[in-house]
């Protein structure tokens, strides 16, 4: 701001010797100016900006006064830029201040050094309007310093400001200037020091200026100091605390920046980009990739290395980088073909199963003699827990080569296969390829588990996506939606599970060398419990085989009445049950010995879960033998006859449409043929049969039981009970013809459990049949039969 020095005023810096002492110069008329905020102390020297040029006037007036003194008064409601205020709303006393070096602004703004001298009352107005003028009167202070009150409260204010002075550093200027002027004895200007340093509004201030009277102005004077004091006291603590905690924050900021740059000094650590892009380079070391897949390598690095680390596409494109560098390009293991050593591993591993076993020496016994193993996919069939996985694992084992297994039961999404695309966020690669990484050679046996249990939804068909990736042809160029590169899988071995073919897409199914595992039979089970699964749980628990032992024939109890099932998988919980309990007595006393014999049995599992075999039998009672997904079963069907008031046929048992449709065949059949069987021919036209498949709450389906229901209802009508201990299975056609069925290994190793002897099965069969191993066969006497006249004969002769 440019200033201009007013000459008519005296422009003189105020000094000490302009102390005007009380009562020597005390014009009875003054120049009145109103000032704002907070109202002007006798023991102050300060500027005052005004700023309406309006006010010029009154401090040319002053100028030209010999004692060039001036009243200001406090006003609330003045304002400055108006210029004007009313009279009558000015407190009753003022300050009286000489004025020295009055500027004058470009924008119209007054300057001035006040210099305070003693407290004024206006008696009366000269001029209410520019330049104000007033009459004025001096109250007396009395001047008591030796008062021994007053001395006290002197020192307490003394002491206060003494206090304010290290918190606001601003007041020990201001004190300065006090003590040119005022000794530190003179109690009154120190009290309107003390109020005047305080920040106190400006109608607290006033009350001060109004009280005369030195005691009582002192004791407000002290109250407004004390507040000061708590006021800075709680600044200063917040300030600190802030200040402690931006200083431990940068504190940390500073370290870390600076360890950061010792480390990459040192050599000892690199920013996360560069480090990043060493890895991957390192990573890439020793791999061939395909001309295509090099390319984009390089192409994405030397777009990673231009990101900003901060921005979201360095994270994507730091990701695709670390999968692309993890994969094992042109890394094979090299395959162990040696038939005897495989024979080894699968032996060592499974007990019984050599069908199972042959065959999969027959696979590795061809790669052995092609140079490699390719092209083809086993899938291992079977119930559950007879050993499909293990069996896969072994496989792996053989060759040497890593071993990787993953669900694709319930799996809808065909991404979950082929990857998402790198726009989508979070996208990942499909599981092949998670696979490969996993695996870190190019050619790990991978395993798809329960691939019978496939969904599809409006997310794609994993089945196909799955056919293309296990189709030789076309899995040399298997494209990730993720990588958009070109895989070789041809090398990977894929060996798939089901427990069932049914549900196995055809165009899947074709493609695939099926491998059968049946469920054990009793002996079996016996076997593998006592060589695997109890050594097995026994190691698991940590337990000496010296210190706990089953014997043969309670492992048979356990296999024989509470394990039934195709598999071995509740044989080995059940055995893990028996070593948990075992442990207990065995913690009581950690010396003894245990022997599981017959009598610990029920005793650790409870009663047992199967009673010894009580087959169904008597008149219209049949066994029929029945394949589900989880092993063969035996199927009693019973025929009775209600009523004799009407023909009619009533079903139950919870038949499936199939099965329904074989009921009324074996009806219509055995009713048109009764005088072929001896027995009266319109037998059935005035009965109303009943023919009923336990358990009623299983669901059952199929024409297998055809020959079964047509033997249950030639038996009600012959009167007679057919042969006990002979279980049957065949479709029946209209004319009596026995058709094949499936599962007949199954199916028979559900009717030695059940203690069957004979069985009658369809002559389309006997192929089935004949490759069986012996174990399967013996103990069974099996006739196939072409036609229901056979089935009759060896029933009931
Ligand atoms: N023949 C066998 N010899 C030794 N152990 C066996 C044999 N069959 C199964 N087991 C054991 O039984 C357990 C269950 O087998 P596994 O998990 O391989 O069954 P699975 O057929 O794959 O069942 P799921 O269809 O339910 O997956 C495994 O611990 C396995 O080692």
Known sequence: MHQEDIDVIDNDEPQPTDIVVAGEQRPDQLHVMPVQNRPFFPA???????????WIETLKAVGETDHKM???????DFDHQEGRFNPQTLPQTGCVVRVHQVKEGDDGDIQFIAEGIERVHIDSWESTSHPYLANVSYPETEQDSEGKEIKAYAMALINAIKELLPINPLLSEELKDYLNRFGPNEPSPLTDFGAAIT?????????????????PRMEKTLALLKKELDAARLHSEIAEEVNRKISKHEREFFLREQLRVIQKELGVAKDDKTADLEEFNARM?????PEAAEKKFK?????????????????VSRNYLDWITQMPWGIHSTDKLELSQARTILDKHHDGLDDVK????????????KGEISGSIILLVGPPGVGKTSIGRSIAECLDRPFYRFSVGGMRDEAEIKGHRRTYIGAMPGKLVQA?????????????????KMGSSYQGDPASALLETLDPEQNVNFLDHYLDL????????????????????????????VIHLSGYLAEEKLAIGKHHLWPRQLKRAGVKRSQLKITDAALKKVVVDYCREAGVRSLDKALAKLVRKSVVKLLQDPQQKLSLGLKAIPELLGPAKFKAEQTLCGTGIVTGLAWTSVGGATLPVEANSIHQQSRGLKLTGQLGDVMKESAEIAFSFISSHLSQYDVEENYFDKRFVHLHVPEGATPKDGPSAGITMSTALLSLALGKAPKKHLAMTGEITLNGYVLAVGGIREKLIAAKRQGIKEVLLPEECSGDYQELPDHVKEGLKVHFVSHFDQVAKLAFD
Do not use: H, W
Request: charge should be negative.
């Open 44 to 54: 102050q020297v300060m500027p005052v900006l005004i700023k309406s040029g309006d």
């Open 70 to 76: 001036l009243a200001l008064f406090y006003s609330e």
């Open 199 to 215: 920040t106190a509004p400006g109608p607290l201030l006033q009350e001060v200026v109004d009280q005369v009277a030195l005691l």
């Open 285 to 289: 070391q020793g791999k061939t990739l």
């Open 299 to 315: 192409e994405e690095m030397q777009k990673f290395s231009v990101l900003e680390s901060g921005s979201p596409e360095y994270a």
């Open 358 to 369: 042959d065959r999969i020496l027959e696979f590795l016994a061809l790669g052995a003699f």
């Open 436 to 452: 490969l990484k996993e695996a870190e050679v190019m050619n790990p046996v991978i395993m798809l588990d329960e691939i019978d």
């Open 486 to 513: 070109r895989l070789d899988l041809s090398k990977v071995l894929f060996v798939c599970t089901a427990n069932t073919l049914d549900s196995i897409p055809a165009p899947l199914l074709d493609r695939m060398d």
